[in-house]
């Protein structure tokens, strides 16, 4: 036990000092950073006061009020999430591993059990998890307590007890050849959950969930409420420690049946899965052109851009347009306002949209802007990889967008939403410009070798980067002002400009034409003069 | 100004926030030249050859390369450079064999022009079996001679190295040694290669600069720089003995 609690301080220490790194050279940015570390520091100090204020000052009545709000209706929602959670976690676990960040190798070759190091590895995990969220539950604590103690009951429940302990039956399942067995019977039993719930729909003529789909996580839920309601406020600190001592009752079991080749690195993963993108069937290009041909093949080209990215589009609008659809129709049957939805769905939609150009931000750094440093020795002229790498981006921007505008389309029943990246395409020129100059800096600042580099910087090492942090907010604002802007503007510019509307789209087109030169040269300068780091 | 010389580094300053990698270097290599570039981790070596290339910008001072300044005429400058990273970044979803005719593209060759060094430098650092694997899938050692060859076939009048032997098997090490010999002696190619290992600085520089902590300490012919540590002495002495180390 003690040997558990040392590697458990070690990887919570680790986890921390990642976190919290700045990696940048500059003083400001090594303030911010510490500015960060005070921020985690207080929000913990935070949540240690609102558990103690709420239990002096508020009156009793009140905490019997927030605890009334616990209802047994309440686990429906955490419940029903965390089950997703769980399954998907089962289902879609890829690296059949125990996943460890380099930082802990070392522990491998110490003598220690391998369940100690793994109980260690969760526990120090877990909690550094919990400091780092502690803002967000404190938050979510003070404000709303109904949401929050649903949630946090049954999240800490999941991240202490159950998604480690499902990790390692997967990793014991997939060593002894079980696997399959185990997804069978997950089949069945969501087979079963879904059978019985539209047999309670039919039957009942209202809209049921089954509670089999819902069991594996409401435990953890109700464990934490009838605690808290026998307890009181002394269960709020004992309920994560018996999430603890739950998780290790049940890990150890089955950590003696792991062995050391079930430990995998984090760039492991990383790497294997960067293996699995590789294009291999196709004919090798050998005869590349022109200087200008070359780069023009080899950034546009599908050959060279994994499948999966190539049809994540097409199979993200065909979703788009099926969930547009669905939700029209429950809209409709509910008799709600269409109108409604779209000032509330722009936000929603502008977050999804950042989200998606995230992945052209990394696919910058890992497919084209990595290799700039072969460019700048072997390219006379910049100006041609400046050209082709907006358009690129700016083609994968369109779809992006366009995925999102096809959902709207449908939910609205008007395609003059779907058509507005080419009713207004300046927008979009001046997002892929802005995508692709923001992640200059980010490169030059971080040698990305693998894709492991740029996964974890997108979990945690480089998440109090300032770069990072300006790179997200620059990245949500401008999704969220494109988004509005051809929402809003394409729909009224085609109503309004009727007879006119050959003369507003030319002048559109040219101002996007000279905004677009105007980007190029502007990057060509920006690729010529740029430090880079390999 | 010094005319006629390979490569001309002159006062070159590089700092990255408060750290200064690179102060105030000067040295030139002269076609014919192997110029080796010595010093122990950090000491600025890989910060001065990326300055070379053009590939960071220095806080002050400038780069020749043949006479033209590597950042007032970047295209002809670097028209004539082959370059070997300390961990070549090359691009995961080629081939070597796509690559090499990649990289000769973009600097104008055609396919026929470089297909027969293509040929023997794949034959020569003995990667058959390779070329036609995902760059992906090539061991550290084979990623490194693959940047090597594609610095070599674009016919390159300078090349710079950046600790270009690591990784690589004994083998390759001989042929790497006996190629740049070749290259210096026969086709008056100037290299300047960055490198910790003694048998490549003692069997092939005939240059060597000496750097610690960003300053260029000593610098002069492999003789010169010899007879510091008196005769017959072997250039582990000679550094020892300039860094002020003892065993």
């Known amino acids: 036990m003690k040997r558990v609690f040392l590697v458990t301080k070690i990887v919570f220490m680790n986890r921390l000092l990642t976190s919290f790194r700045s990696y940048s050279t500059s003083r400001r940015g090594r303030v911010l950073a510490k500015f960060g570390v005070a921020l985690q520091v207080a929000s913990l100090v935070l949540l240690i006061i609102i558990f103690i204020a709420s239990a002096?000052?508020?009156?009793?009545?009140?905490?019997?009020?927030?605890?009334?709000?616990?209802?047994?209706?309440?686990?429906?929602?955490?419940?029903?999430?965390?089950?997703?959670?769980?399954?998907?976690?089962?289902?879609?676990?890829?690296?059949?591993?125990?996943?460890?960040?380099?930082?802990?190798?070392?522990?491998l070759y110490q003598p220690l059990q391998l369940y100690e190091i793994y109980i260690g590895l969760y526990l120090?995990?877990?909690?550094?998890?919990?400091?780092?969220?502690?803002?967000?539950?404190?938050?979510?604590?003070?404000?709303?307590?109904k949401i929050a103690y649903t949630l946090f009951f049954s999240v800490i429940f999941v991240i202490l007890v159950l998604a480690p302990v499902i990790r390692l039956v997967i990793v014991v399942a997939f060593k002894r050849g079980y696997l399959e067995i185990v997804r069978s019977l997950l089949y069945i039993y969501i087979v079963m959950g879904v059978v019985y719930t539209v047999y309670e729909v039919l039957n009942q003529k209202s809209f049921t969930l089954s509670p089999l789909l819902l069991y594996p996580a409401s435990a953890g839920y109700l464990l934490g409420i009838e605690m808290m309601k026998t307890l009181s406020f002394v269960a709020i600190a004992i309920y994560p420690l018996t999430c603890l001592g739950l998780g290790l009752v049940l890990a150890y079991p089955l950590g003696k049946a792991i062995d050391v080749s079930?430990?995998?690195?984090?760039?492991?993963?990383?790497?294997?899965?960067?293996?699995?993108?590789?294009?291999?069937?196709?004919?090798?290009?050998?005869?590349?052109?022109?200087?200008?041909?070359?780069?023009?093949?080899?950034?546009?080209?599908?050959?060279?851009?994994?499948?999966?990215?190539?049809?994540?589009?097409?199979?993200?609008?065909?979703?788009?347009?099926?969930?547009?659809?669905?939700?029209?129709f429950a809209v409709k049957a509910l008799n709600i306002n269409i109108q409604v939805p779209v000032f509330i769905v722009i936000p929603v939609l502008a977050t999804f949209l950042a989200s998606l150009t995230y992945s052209i931000v990394y696919e910058f750094l890992l497919y084209d802007i990595k290799f700039l440093w072969i460019l700048r020795l072997y390219l006379a002229d910049?100006?041609?990889?400046?050209?082709?790498?907006?358009?690129?981006?700016?083609?994968?921007?369109?779809?992006?967008?366009?995925?999102?505008?096809?959902f709207l389309a449908e939910l609205m029943n008007s395609y003059v939403y779907a058509s507005a990246p080419l009713i207004l395409p300046l927008p979009l020129v001046l997002y892929a410009f802005t995508l692709t100059l923001?992640?200059?800096?980010?490169?030059?600042?971080?040698?990305?070798?693998?894709?492991?580099?740029?996964?974890?910087?997108?979990?945690?090492?480089?998440?109090?980067d300032p770069v990072t942090l300006l790179l997200g907010m620059v990245n949500i604002v401008m999704a969220y002002v494109i988004l509005s802007t051809l929402v809003f503007v394409a729909p009224v510019m085609v109503s309004a400009s009727q007879p006119y509307m050959f003369?507003?789209?030319?002048a559109v087109y040219v101002s996007t034409y000279v905004v677009y030169k105007l980007s190029v040269k502007l990057l060509q300068k920006k690729f010529t003069e740029v430090d880079v780091p390999i | 100004m010094v005319t006629g010389k390979a490569i001309v580094v002159d006062g070159i300053t590089k700092s990255f926030g408060e750290v200064i990698a690179v102060n105030n270097i000067s040295f030139s290599v002269d076609h014919g030249s192997i110029y080796c570039l010595v010093g122990s981790n950090g000491a600025g070596k890989t910060t001065t050859l990326k300055i070379v290339v053009g590939l960071l910008?220095?806080?002050?001072?400038?780069?020749?390369?043949?006479?033209?300044?590597?950042?007032?005429?970047?295209?002809?400058?670097?028209k004539r450079v082959g370059f070997v990273p300390d961990y070549p970044n090359l691009p995961a979803y080629l081939t070597p064999l796509e690559f090499f005719y990649y990289v000769a593209s973009l600097r104008g060759f055609k396919r026929s022009d470089i297909e027969e060094d293509v040929r023997s430098y794949v034959k020569l650092f003995g990667l058959e079996n390779e070329v036609n694997k995902p760059i992906i899938a090539l061991s550290r050692g084979n990623l490194q001679k693959t940047a090597i060859i594609a610095a070599l076939i674009v016919k390159p009048r300078v090349v710079v190295m950046d600790e270009p032997l690591t990784n690589i098997d004994i083998d390759s090490q001989i042929i790497f040694k006996k190629l740049v010999k070749k290259m210096a002696e026969e086709d008056k190619v100037a290299l300047l290669i960055s490198s910790h290992m003694l048998p490549l600085?003692?069997?092939?520089?005939?240059?060597?600069?000496?750097?610690?902590?960003?300053?260029?300490?000593?610098?002069g012919d492999m003789d010169t720089i010899l007879r510091i540590a008196g005769e017959k002495a072997r250039f582990e002495d000679v550094y020892m003995k300039i860094m002020g180390k003892s065993i």
């Open chain 1, 262 to 328: 079930d430990f995998v690195s984090f760039e492991e993963v990383a790497f294997r899965r960067q293996l699995s993108l590789k294009e291999l069937k196709r004919d090798l290009v050998l005869d590349w052109g022109s200087p200008e041909e070359a780069v023009k093949k080899s950034l546009l080209y599908p050959v060279f851009t994994p499948r999966r990215v190539v049809t994540r589009y097409g199979l993200g609008m065909l979703v788009a347009l099926a969930l547009g659809k669905a939700i029209r």
């Open chain 1, 382 to 406: 910049m100006g041609i990889y400046a050209r082709m790498l907006l358009i690129k981006s700016f083609i994968k921007v369109m779809l992006s967008a366009e995925i999102l505008l096809l």
């Open chain 2, 57 to 78: 910008k220095p806080d002050s001072g400038r780069v020749l390369i043949e006479g033209v300044d590597v950042y007032v005429n970047r295209v002809e400058a670097l």
């Open chain 2, 201 to 219: 600085i003692e069997g092939v520089c005939t240059h060597v600069g000496i750097i610690d902590r960003g300053r260029m300490i000593a610098e």
């Open chain 1, 56 to 107: 002096i000052v508020t009156h009793m009545e009140g905490r019997i009020n927030i605890f009334s709000y616990a209802s047994p209706d309440d686990p429906l929602v955490a419940s029903s999430l965390i089950t997703v959670f769980i399954l998907s976690l089962l289902y879609f676990s890829g690296a059949k591993a125990i996943v460890y960040y380099p930082s802990d190798e070392f522990l």
């Open chain 1, 503 to 506: 003369i507003v789209l030319a």
């Open chain 1, 438 to 464: 923001f992640t200059l800096p980010y490169m030059r600042r971080v040698r990305i070798q693998t894709i492991a580099d740029v996964v974890r910087s997108e979990s945690t090492a480089f998440a109090r």
């Open chain 1, 124 to 145: 120090g995990e877990s909690l550094a998890y919990l400091l780092i969220t502690a803002l967000v539950l404190a938050f979510f604590l003070r404000i709303a307590p």
